[in-house]
């Protein structure tokens, strides 16, 4: 690898031409990057499609980036406002805390305190090295401990708080386990008994850190001459109600409020309770202080919330028994917002070309092409492609080959990783995406925009499956409409989401991407809206519409989403943590809250498999006269997309499938279906309630991806074929082949207002043969 | 498959456990003006009950209080020579403890301490005899001498390494005793110093109160001496110390001045072994050249090797056979000697660290034995052994562990020329049912060690084979040179390496 290391992130992600966008970059080694803006046309460098593509940008965009090193703060914990010092130089005091711990680790972890790491003071309760329960103390000449002799059992409840009396100079230490029928990964059959209470004389006590810490949850107060502060001691696990005394607290009121009893008044500074805050709609980053002062804690890289406390019951939703949702859980890799300067601020033109943007930077054999995405000003076109950007960001910087034993059994791959990647890898600090697990197991349910992602670099290949991904492979989309020649302009699941259905009214015909796969409440609308209203849907993609995704109102920049229930998920949510914290929904998949996809666009996912693509077959339907002006050019018994830079062939990866049962409109069309799957293809979990053998491609006439067609009301249509690779099968043969051949004819019908073809033919068939 | 034997396994606790109440305060009382506390605890969930236990972690403070105690309750009833011999084994112990802390702690080879003993007690019988210094101030005396002789001794022992260095001290010792025999205001005593005043009033000098005093006061200077090694040892010097024993680069690159500190405990030392100089001569009454010489300082060298270098309890183990040998069989006449050495040579031939490493060893030799005993009855990645099991916490991984190897026995069955050129030709896709079979096993492996390919940059059909690490962070290793130009060769590629590796697990 090279000295010099170039990532940078663009925020927006997407933005209209004529508004801003910013570049943050980070260089290691240079403290100056050459810029140039392109505009990329194709990703896939496969050699039998057109190769990577991208057209120079004349814009006004200085040659010379200056530039710097910018640090991350990797993981989650909460910080609370305090500028009066309120919790600074505290000398008599209790701190106490409901936890649960879920990784021992060789590093300490604070659970709260204020305590300055380099400068050894102030005071911090938390976990030691060797996992026992401990309290710190320093005055910057010595430090000083308390600690139990027991370790703490991960993934169970406990209360501990700790006291210091500056007079006596005793410290207490209580640790009591609050494991209930309910709350923990193990139940209370289990003969443990883990209470311990400590006292000890210590030597050295609490002094003021001042500037120098902050008082925090889950972190302690580092601090680097060239960074300045940042977190580190970082607590893996949740904490849910916690708070601060002026004063030791007798053993009576420690048990007290470890039985969970509002806290005395006397004395109490400050009461962080996450229950607090928690409303219908969700909850922010704030976990508000209930004491007499105020000094909310403001959480960093989005601890979660909305998670199960200490006194949950088995409540399904924070909705229905807030009191017991006060988990907010803490992880020690969590980023979501890496928070770098400004390197440059690009003002777009006001008729920039709508299309997938790299400003790529360079320097010293370093560089990185950081994408965004422009939208016209106002639109222009007929036809808008709409790009998933949710599913982008879900999938940004993705760990399944590295970490998930698993992962290469469901692709049936081999994974092809590039030196990149180990770059990548091996800094670890840009985060993870949701289908990753946090370093205690958890999954990741949280993704944004504001860090630098490799998976969204235009040539790309998913390691697993050594194919283009997400971005990178609807990238051929947009190659072949500027082949085939049709104006577009580029719209995104962000807009979509924002804007609802006024965001496609504008257009004739809307085109997903491949693999449109998390929506939220406000896309499913307005796409629906569009259809009963005559738009036109071309939904060229597999998986689409599936898990229940949100963004917190004000903030699109990172996508939430929890996995639970069935489906293919990389994670499961812990009983009663499936509803989003950033929208107060139920997660999951939109077919189990009744929202099937079925039911919008007549396609759902069936299965999925990454060793090899299948070509569709035309099914009697399209011989239709409804439909069959589709067909035209193509032969009756003509293989549909037997080539593709995807697995090769057009109908694979993941492919969704025609159900009534499942909400399909019931005058839906069914043209075409692709044959001849492998076992790699299964049929997906959540069609499997009894399970037994033959659940494979060769054995299961449900694994298969269709080819559809039906109406919607004023001259409305929707043409859907469920597969991820269909659109990596445009380019091959100089994107003139069977499967441009079936765009061709959809789009230019789609873009045509007024009757469809086909639209006559809605008699009573007479029929002779 | 081979004859497999289980053993049953399982032991009764063999030492006291005690269940502290949750719900009660548990004091930890600390040493006073230190953050240690009086005993170091150990706590834990048991693995098999989940009860909470606490033991002593470290039981020597107890076994050494229980070994002092006895000692002081038992003097009283001994009789007269054994109370002599029991004074001479604390007076003895003290000096082996305090060379243990130069040859040990300061990692300083010197042979001088007998020398320095000798030299504090003849200054300070001098100075009583010959000045009237009363015979309180002679402990200052023997100890301002010892720490000079200590700090000229100290010089040369930055420049000279280990043998030198001690030929040079036991030169110096040997000098010492020609110098004193040809001292001639000493000539007519032969060169000792006699009638030296005492803590021990002149009429109960060989009297039954005078021994009780001697072994009392012998009894007060080993309780300094080893206040004075945990002191030194375990306290901030020791620690220097201890870093520069593992790592002297490393000590001082991170700004620790070892020779200082070694400098420092053998001035201290040799203070203490002054104060031992003062206190001999008084017991004694008198100071004769014999103690500089070279038999005194092979026996004091054979306690300690016997007990073990560089630990006080081995010190006085030592101290307490060749002391109780030496003195107690005196009738043996010099086969008492011969005895010293026989147990001197069967310690340095069975033993690597004296008695008191002898329990550390032995641990050693039983994991050496338990670890030669799983090599032999373990196969990798074959059953777990009973005495294997209790380390694994999940069972169900013992479980998975002999799913795998049956698995495994039954598809290197179905490994043919047939089946490999059967993925050759078509490494994706449908296969047979036996390829499938042997594909999925391949890849539902764990994460750790898994082949993966690795794109070069050079073109965009070149591969080359690795494996990876399995930890976050952690970059793959390059499996082979090889470049593959084709990505079916190289998923081909992947595949000999699998069977390659299940036919050989």
């Avoid at chain 1, 709260?112 to 329960?133: A, K, N, T, Y």
């Avoid at chain 1, 708070?243 to 962080?272: I, T």
């Avoid at chain 1, 946090?438 to 860090?451: E, I, V």
């Amino acid at each position: 690898m090279t000295n010099t290391r170039i990532f940078g992130y663009a925020d927006p992600l997407a933005a209209r031409a004529g508004s801003r966008v910013d570049f943050m970059i980070s260089v290691e080694g240079r403290d100056e990057v050459e810029a140039r803006l392109v505009r990329v046309i194709h990703g896939d460098e496969n050699p039998e499609g057109p190769g990577y593509l991208e057209e120079a940008v004349d814009i006004d965009l200085p040659k010379v980036l200056k530039v710097k090193r910018q640090f991350t703060q990797v993981g989650s914990f909460a910080r609370a406002d305090d500028p009066e010092g309120r919790l600074d130089g505290l000398q008599n005091f209790t701190l106490f805390a409901h936890v649960f711990p879920t990784l021992p680790k060789a590093e300490r972890q604070q659970v709260l305190g204020r305590w300055d790491i380099e400068g050894s003071r102030g005071f911090g309760l938390g976990i030691d090295p060797d996992g026992h329960v401990a309290m710190w103390l320093g005055d910057g000449a010595g430090v000083d401990e308390i600690r139990t002799e027991i370790t703490l059992v991960p993934r169970c409840w406990y209360f501990v708080a700790a006291s210091y009396d500056a007079a006596s100079k005793e410290a207490q230490l209580h640790v009591i386990n609050c494991v209930s029928q309910w709350n923990s990964r193990i139940s209370t059959v289990v003969p443990f008994e883990a209470d311990s209470w400590i006292k000890e004389t210590l030597r050295h006590g609490p002094g003021a850190t001042a500037g120098a810490a902050s008082f925090k949850l889950a972190s302690a107060t580092a601090c680097n001459p060239v960074r300045g502060h940042y977190g580190a001691f970082l607590f893996n696990g949740k904490i849910d109600r916690s708070g601060v005394y002026s004063r030791p607290l007798s053993r009576a009121e420690v048990m007290a409020l470890a039985k969970g009893d509002a806290p005395a008044k006397d004395g109490l500074l400050a009461y962080w309770d996450p229950t607090a805050n928690l409303a219908r709609e969700g909850v922010g980053d704030t976990i508000p202080d209930t004491g007499p002062h105020g000094l909310h804690m403001q959480g960093i890289n989005r601890p979660v919330r909305c998670m199960t406390g200490f006194n949950w019951r088995g409540e399904e939703s924070y909705r229905l028994a807030p009191e017991t949702f006060g988990g907010v859980h803490y992880h020690d890799d969590a980023m979501t917002d890496c928070a770098w300067d400004v390197t440059h601020s690009l003002t777009l033109p006001d008729d920039l070309k709508s299309g997938v943007y790299c400003l790529k930077v360079s320097g010293g054999g370093g560089e990185d092409s950081i994408p965004f995405i422009v939208r016209p000003k106002t639109s222009k076109a007929k036809l808008a492609f709409l790009l998933p950007t949710f599913t982008y960001l879900a999938y940004g910087n993705e760990h399944l080959s590295y970490e998930a034993p698993i992962a290469q059994a469901i692709t049936a791959h081999t994974p092809v990783i590039v030196a990149e990647d180990l770059e990548y890898k091996k800094l670890e600090e840009f985060g993870l995406s949701t289908y990753d697990h946090h370093t205690d197991g958890a999954g990741c349910c949280y993704s944004s925009w504001k860090r630098p992602i490799i998976t969204l670099r235009p040539r790309y290949r998913l390691p697993a499956m050594n194919f283009p991904w997400a971005l990178p492979a609807d990238l051929s989309l947009v190659w072949w409409l500027e082949h085939a020649g049709y104006d577009y302009d580029l719209i995104t699941d962000h807009d979509l989401h924002a804007e609802g259905l006024d965001c496609l009214k504008p257009y004739t015909c809307v085109m997903n991407g491949t693999h449109p796969e998390y929506y939220s409440e406000e896309m499913m609308d307005a796409t629906e809206a569009y259809l009963r209203q005559g738009g036109r849907v071309m939904y060229l993609g597999g998986n689409g519409y599936y898990w229940v995704t949100g963004t917190r109102s004000g903030d699109p920049a990172c996508i939430e989403v929890r996995k639970l229930d069935s489906g293919s998920r990389a994670w499961q949510a812990e009983p009663g943590e499936g509803y989003l914290a950033s929208t107060g929904q139920r997660s999951g998949l939109w077919r189990n809250r009744g929202r099937a996809p079925q039911k919008i666009v007549g396609l759902g996912f069936t299965t999925e498999g990454m060793d090899a693509s299948e070509p569709f077959e035309r099914m009697p339907d399209s011989f239709h006269r409804r439909v069959s002006w589709i067909f035209d050019g193509l032969g009756d018994e003509d293989l549909i997309g037997d080539f593709g830079l995807a697995g090769g062939g057009a109908g694979g990866i993941e492919l969704d499938r025609y159900d009534l049962g499942l909400g399909t409109p019931p005058h839906t069309m069914l043209m075409a279906s692709t044959i001849g799957h492998s076992d790699n293809y299964p049929l997906v979990s959540e069609e499997v309630t009894y399970a037994f053998p033959g659940r494979g491609g060769t054995q299961d006439a449900q694994v298969r991806g269709d080819m559809i067609y039906f109406t919607t009301p004023r001259h409305g249509a929707c043409f859907a074929a469920g597969s991820i690779a269909w659109s990596q099968a445009l380019p091959c043969k100089d994107g003139e082949n069977n499967v441009a051949r079936i765009m061709r004819n959809v789009l230019n019908a789609f873009l045509k207002e007024g009757d469809l073809p086909g639209a006559a033919y809605k008699g009573d068939e007479k029929l002779w043969r | 498959m081979t004859e497999k034997k289980f053993y049953e396994i399982g032991q009764r606790p063999s030492e006291v456990i005690l269940h502290p109440a949750g719900d009660a305060p548990l004091h930890r009382r600390r040493l006073p003006f230190t953050r240690r506390h009086w005993f170091k605890w150990r706590s834990r969930l048991n693995a098999k009950t989940l009860e909470q236990e606490r033991m002593l972690a470290d039981k020597r403070p107890l076994w050494w209080a229980l070994g002092l105690l006895a000692l002081a309750l038992a003097a009283p009833f001994l009789s007269n020579p054994m109370l002599t011999i029991a004074a001479i084994f604390c007076i003895f112990s003290a000096i082996n403890v305090l060379w243990t802390l130069i040859i040990g702690t300061a990692g300083i080879f010197s042979l001088a301490t007998l020398a320095i003993v000798g030299i504090g007690a003849y200054v300070s019988a001098a100075l009583n005899v010959y000045l009237g210094l009363p015979w309180p101030l002679m402990f200052v005396a023997g100890g301002l001498a010892g720490l000079v002789i200590g700090g000229f001794l100290a010089l040369p022992s930055t420049r000279l390494d280990g043998l030198y260095y001690a030929l040079l001290t036991m030169g110096f010792a040997e000098i010492c005793r020609v110098f004193v025999q040809q001292l001639k205001p000493l000539g007519p005593q032969n060169g000792s110093i006699n009638n030296v005043a005492s803590f021990i009033p002149s009429d109960w000098q060989l009297q039954r109160p005078g021994l009780l005093l001697g072994f009392a006061g012998a009894f007060v200077i080993l309780l300094l001496a080893l206040l004075t090694f945990r002191v030194v040892n375990s306290e901030r010097l020791g620690m220097l110390l201890q870093t520069a024993r593992e790592d002297e680069a490393f000590a001082e690159a991170t700004g620790i001045d070892y020779r200082r500190a070694r400098l420092h405990v053998f001035l201290i030392s040799s203070a203490g072994l002054g104060v031992i100089g003062a206190f001999y001569a008084q017991f004694y009454g008198s100071i004769s050249p014999q103690v500089f010489s070279l038999d005194q300082l092979m026996l004091l060298f054979a306690m300690i090797v016997i007990g073990g270098l560089g630990r006080s309890e081995g010190a006085v183990i030592g101290t307490a056979i060749v002391v109780l040998i030496d003195k107690g069989f005196l009738n043996l006449g010099p086969i008492r000697i011969l005895l010293v050495a026989a147990i001197m040579l069967g310690v340095t031939l069975f033993l690597h660290n004296g008695l008191a490493g002898a329990r550390e060893q032995f641990r050693g030799w039983r994991r050496r034995k338990q670890s030669e005993a799983r090599a032999r009855r373990t196969e990798k990645g074959g059953e777990v052994m009973p005495e294997e099991a209790i380390e694994i916490a999940d069972k169900q991984e013992i479980y998975y562990r002999r799913f795998q190897k049956r698995l495994r026995d039954r598809l290197k069955a179905l490994i043919t020329p047939e089946l490999i050129e059967e993925h050759r030709q078509n490494p994706l896709g449908h296969h047979s049912d036996a390829l499938s079979r042997v594909l999925n096993h391949f890849r539902r492996a764990e994460v750790a060690d898994k082949y993966a390919i690795m794109r070069q940059p050079e073109a965009f059909h070149a591969y080359k084979i690795v494996a990876f690490s399995g930890t976050r962070g952690a970059p793959p290793r390059l499996v082979d040179d090889r470049t593959y130009h084709d990505i079916n060769e190289a998923y081909h590629a992947v595949f000999l390496l699998r069977v390659n590796d299940l036919m050989e697990a």
